[in-house]
């Protein structure tokens, strides 16, 4: 990856140490605009509406569900593996990019890192609703209880609980480590005794002395190198809850890193939905450039194109194999009930990500929102193609069944996304979106 360019080092360099804190700072203490009090109505009116469905789930069952005894996983499961996907951003921009001394990544590492650690909260929600028994959700947990039942440690569905158990936790240490310069930086310009208080006690006593930078720089490169393995392991081990099946359309072995192309695929372009509006309703253009738009767009190339090698791959082996059952599953996914979801999860994941072949296009930032859209919308047609068209029809035509969500399995995704940016929003509210002390020293080093 290339660093900033010139003209892009020039902006920055013409700021000193002061003005860069003044920027990043001044949405901290300024009085939120209309904007922004729209926007957390907006969502937080959204997460209502989705609590409310989560609790009519647990009281009335998941009989309030469109799933059958054909297709027993629907929009729940297919929510949680795009809510992973999208977690995944953060580690790679985080973790692999700090190993690999990619300046680049200062500006954007800290909203990233939030942006991983919401969406997993919210990934983890559908696999205990779906439960059925959502206060029982502590069973899944391998202790010495009194019902003498231990857990199966062959399962996927396990695995899946320690991945992403070890991820939230490792990511929300990585991020609150990194915020903690920050942290004392807000500190020492609060004017009020109770948030001068309350920042206090987050940034745990941060002086800025040569041993606390030197411990700073010791614990970030630690948990780098701890969670750098982390975005491999976590989608891969979701892969699995399908792989490890003898579904047909589930039972490949290309689905884990197939799984992990799409995740950072789907991650990065979240991550530029959020990072534009913030650039745009923060007046961040000097720190957020359009060279950091272009350098993560030929991420998304890069992803984009492993996924549509991983389509034809699928197709390709599907039919060298010679197995029908493995043959109908894919000609049943373009063709049958559902080709409209396997054709919009074509054209968004395959065919739109090519156009950032064109310079212009891939340094547009209107068309790198739109596009951002474009591709999770695909990713999450993606999920729903593998789970409910490998599932709706059997091996029994008896068992033939359809799938169709209902009102309550909607508002609950949509309570998911009202969750998400409730978080994010609250978040740049009171801290800082940019991370103030790398984007220094990176400016320092020059």
Not at 95 to 120: D, G, H, Y
Not at 360 to 365: C, E, F, I, N, T
Request: glycine residues 6%; hydrophobic residues 55%; positive net charge.
């Amino acid at each position: 990856m290339s660093e900033l360019s010139t003209r892009e080092e020039l902006i920055q360099g013409n700021k000193d140490l002061k003005t860069i804190t003044d920027d990043v700072f001044k949405p901290i203490i300024a009085k939120p605009n209309k904007l922004w009090f729209a926007g957390l109505l907006l969502a937080a009116s959204a997460a209502a509406i989705g609590i409310i469905s989560i609790v009519l789930t647990i009281w009335k069952g998941i009989g309030l569900w469109g799933v059958n005894k054909t297709i027993g996983w629907g929009w729940s499961i297919t929510n949680f593996v795009w809510w992973v996907g999208i977690g995944h951003a953060g580690t790679f921009i985080s973790a692999i990019l700090l190993l690999f001394r990619q300046k680049w990544r200062t500006s954007i590492n800290r909203s990233a890192e939030a942006m991983t650690i919401f969406a997993v909260i919210c990934a983890g929600l559908f696999p205990l609703i779906h439960m059925g028994r959502f206060l029982f959700g502590f069973f899944i947990l391998p202790y010495p209880n009194t019902r003498d039942v231990w857990v199966n440690f062959n399962s996927p569905l396990l695995w899946d609980v320690f991945a992403i158990t070890t991820y939230f936790l490792v990511s929300l240490i990585f991020w609150y480590v990194g915020l903690i310069p920050d942290l004392g930086t807000v500190r020492d310009r609060m004017k009020t005794k109770f948030k001068k208080t309350f920042y206090r006690f987050l940034s745990f006593g941060w002086t800025g002395s040569a041993k606390h930078w030197q411990r700073f720089e010791i614990v970030s490169f630690t948990l780098a190198g701890l969670a750098a393995p982390l975005v491999l392991s976590v989608h891969t081990i979701v892969s699995f809850d399908f792989a490890t099946s003898v579904i047909p359309g589930w039972h490949t072995t290309i689905f884990p890193p197939y799984f992990v192309a799409g995740a950072i695929f789907s991650g990065f372009a979240m991550v530029l939905t959020l990072l534009i509006i913030a650039r745009k309703t923060m007046n961040l253009q000097d720190y957020i450039t359009i060279n950091h738009i272009e350098l993560m767009n030929k991420i998304i190339i890069l992803t984009g194109s492993i996924v549509g090698v991983a389509y034809l791959t699928e197709l390709f082996m599907a039919w060298y194999s010679g197995v029908e059952y493995e043959l109908f599953a894919f000609i049943n996914r373009a063709t049958g009930p559902y080709w409209w979801a396997y054709w919009i999860m074509m054209t968004c994941n395959v065919i739109s990500p090519q156009l950032f072949w064109f310079k212009k296009l891939r340094r547009s930032v209107w068309f790198t929102f739109i596009m951002s859209i474009v591709i999770n919308v695909g990713m999450w047609f993606e999920r729903f193609v593998i789970i409910v068209t490998s599932l709706h029809r059997d091996y029994l035509p008896s068992s033939w069944e359809m799938y169709k969500p209902t009102l309550i399995e909607v508002l609950i995704f949509v309570g998911t996304l009202g969750i998400f940016f409730t978080l994010f929003l609250l978040f740049v509210r009171f801290f800082p979106v940019i991370a103030m002390a790398e984007v220094k020293t990176t400016i320092k080093n020059k």
